[in-house]
């Protein structure tokens, strides 16, 4: 058995209370009917609207507009669709609504039959999406000029940036030339020192002399480090001149020497393993040299400086450890890098450079393929050890 369909309201009832205006008028625009929705939106009684012109309720713009576009589109197309016009209030504000409207002949005449929606929500959106416009307009305006900006900083940047790198250079290759030429007034100073205490000297006149020898042996040593820095950074790093050599001989070697120089230090050496290395003599004891002042300026002295080399099967080391204060965690990873120190005690600030040892440190054994390490606590002391491959690369 059929279902029968839902009783639905009378056409009047449907057609006054529709979602949207209803408008019927004349071709001259008189209207012939109107629902009651299109009444309410704009404060006329049904009654009142109609025998009125349609056009009457419009704005001056929209009569304008109805004169030269709508109503000439009804009469050549017969229809229109989504017309944009302001309609007048009763109580003379604008309301703005959206038009469908249509031709028809019928037997009696002419007909306009017209549809009216409200743009409330409509234009609400097309406001909030000018606004959104807007604002990404401003957005990317700011962000443009941010752009050029950073832009400029960064040329500015990068002008400032070539202009400290031309000063560190011509700097560099000043502390070069200037390196050089000092070596030799200086060892004019030691040999004639050297000289003058072979003869018979009072005990005042040989300590003079002595003091002398020391400061001027000093001096040598600040200025080889300037001059491998110089070269370090000026040219490709520290040359070196690799032969195969026994590092524990060197050491020794080196290590006799060193006594002389630094008289307060006790000086250990310890060997593992044996062989031939590929090494440069000269730069292997310019390393012992430099981690051995290191030691006596930061170290105590009352406990050994204990050196250490040690030969494996792939590579050779040698490290310089001293008992003494630990170093900070934070120079720690700065402390190979140049002008970098610790705090030396006032007794050994003799022993002192410009702290550049380290750094030479580490590029000496950069140029010969091996690295550096430190490590250093208040219980164990500091450690710093150098590496060299037994094979090193090309």
């Known amino acids: 058995m059929a279902t029968e369909p839902p009783a639905l309201p009378d056409l009047q009832t449907l057609f006054d209370d529709a ?8 071709e001259d625009g008189s209207i012939l009917q109107v629902n009651r929705t299109f009444s309410n939106w704009i404060g006329f009684g049904q009654e009142e609207l109609v025998g009125r012109r349609f056009q009457d309720l419009l704005t001056m713009g929209g009569r304008i507009f109805h004169q030269t576009h709508w109503a000439p589109l009804m009469q050549m197309q017969g229809s229109v669709a989504e017309v944009k016009l302001d309609l007048r209030h009763r109580d003379q504000h604008t309301v703005t609504m959206l038009l469908n409207g249509v031709r028809r002949e019928h037997p009696s005449g002419t007909f306009y039959e ?15 999406l000018l606004n959104a416009r807007k604002l990404a307009e401003e957005l990317l305006a700011k962000k443009t000029a941010a752009d050029a900006a950073l832009l400029d900083a960064q040329q500015e940047l990068s002008l400032a940036y070539d202009k400290a790198q031309r000063r560190a250079l011509f700097a560099e290759q000043m502390v070069a030339i200037v390196s050089h030429d000092l070596k030799n007034p200086l060892t004019a100073i030691n ?11 009072t005990a005042k006149e040989s300590r003079l002399l002595g003091h002398i020898s020391q400061s001027s042996e000093r001096a040598q040593r600040m200025i080889a480090d300037l001059l491998d ?27 006799d020497e060193l006594r002389v120089t630094f008289p307060t230090a006790t000086l250990v050496h310890q060997t593992f393993g044996e062989g031939a290395c590929p090494l440069d003599a000269d730069r292997i004891q310019q390393i012992i040299g430099n981690l051995i002042a290191n030691s006596v300026a930061y170290g105590d002295l ?5 050196v250490t080399t040690r030969i494996d099967t792939e590579r050779a080391s040698l490290s310089v ?5 630990a170093i900070p965690d934070s120079l720690l990873t700065a402390l190979f890098e140049p002008m ?12 002192r450079s410009v702290g550049l040892g380290l750094f030479i440190v580490r590029e000496i054994a950069t140029a010969h393929g091996g690295d550096v390490a430190v490590a250093s606590s208040e219980v164990a002391g500091t450690t710093f050890s150098a590496y060299f491959p037994l094979n090193p690369a090309p």
């Open 302 to 306: 009352q406990q050994p400086i204990t």
């Open 114 to 128: 017209m549809a009216l929606f409200g743009t409330t929500d409509r234009d609400k959106y097309e406001r909030e």
């Open 321 to 325: 450890h001293n008992a003494g204060p």
């Open 229 to 255: 820095f110089a070269l370090a950074r000026v040219g490709k790093g520290i040359a070196i001149y690799p032969t195969m050599l026994d590092l524990h001989t060197v050491t020794r070697l080196s290590l």
């Open 191 to 201: 040999m004639a020192s050297e000289i003058l205490a072979r003869g018979e000297r």
């Open 340 to 351: 970098t120190r610790g705090a030396a005690s006032d007794s050994n600030s003799d022993v």
């Open 19 to 26: 979602p949207c205006g209803l408008v019927v008028t004349r």
